[in-house]
């Protein structure tokens, strides 16, 4: 089955550590999202790319770094310069301008500062 | 600015109790209005996609209406596996193919 699979379904930062979160989609969709989801809060974007080796800033890309090397993947590294990085990440991807479609969500990473 | 506002951000309801969540919105040009579903822990669930004012979009219980300022999501006789936050969002022409969502709305029923 087709679908977005995001890696690892927890994990744990110290402070100061850098870490990867990973999304692969074998949707073969063109773009893709990472969310940053808060108790009590919408999701918000933090990066998004619509091509191969291109990628845009979201509203809170402070902190977060992102390469698309292919197009099935889009990983997403939390540095130390984020200050809060504890939240539940979800990975996102759409076809290229076809709106008669839903974008398509992983099942979220859920990172935590310990 | 695209804008989403979702109410209300709780709703309790009986087994078989009918009511609608709203989602009002400000956009530049209305790409697409979508509603998802969220179980605690995962990822959104798509549910529907409107695009223009007038069009309703149904499935199982839910029932999906969008004017020009809201969208309601219509839930008939729901049943305790219908609890879920329900997530609405907007694409707006202006917005270079981005999703701006609203704090979704947590709905329980009980049984």
């Known amino acids: 089955d087709g679908g977005i699979t995001q890696s690892p379904k927890y994990l744990f930062r110290k402070e100061g550590q850098n870490v990867t979160l990973s999304c692969e989609q074998n949707?073969?969709?063109?773009?893709m999202y990472w969310y940053r989801q808060d108790p009590g809060q919408g999701l918000r974007l933090i990066y998004y790319?619509?091509?191969?080796?291109?990628?845009q800033k979201g509203d809170i890309a402070e902190g977060y770094s992102v390469s698309r090397e292919k197009k099935e993947s889009f990983p997403l590294t939390v540095t130390s310069a984020q200050k809060n990085p504890t939240a539940f990440y979800l990975c996102?991807?759409?076809?290229?301008?076809?709106?008669?479609?839903?974008?398509?969500f992983g099942s979220g990473t859920r990172l935590t500062v310990v | 600015e695209d804008q989403v506002t979702q109410s209300p951000e709780a709703l309790r309801l009986q087994e078989g109790e009918s009511s609608s969540l709203n989602c009002s919105y400000t956009?530049?040009?209305?790409?697409?209005l979508f509603w998802y579903r969220q179980d605690p822990g995962k990822g959104p669930e798509f549910l529907f996609t409107?695009?223009?004012a007038g069009e309703e979009k149904e499935k199982e219980r839910l029932k999906a209406t969008l004017t020009k300022k809201e969208s309601f999501l219509h839930i008939t006789a729901p049943k305790p596996e219908d609890s879920a936050t329900y997530l609405c969002?907007?694409?707006?022409?202006?917005?270079?193919?981005?999703?701006?969502f609203g704090k979704g709305t947590l709905l329980t029923v009980n049984p």
């Open positions: 409107l695009y223009s």
């Open positions: 956009v530049s040009g209305l790409r697409g």
């Open positions: 790319s619509q091509i191969v080796n291109d990628f």
């Open positions: 949707l073969n969709h063109d773009a």
């Open positions: 996102a991807s759409r076809v290229w301008a076809e709106v008669n479609y839903g974008y398509t």
């Open positions: 969002a907007v694409e707006g022409r202006g917005s270079n193919y981005k999703l701006t």
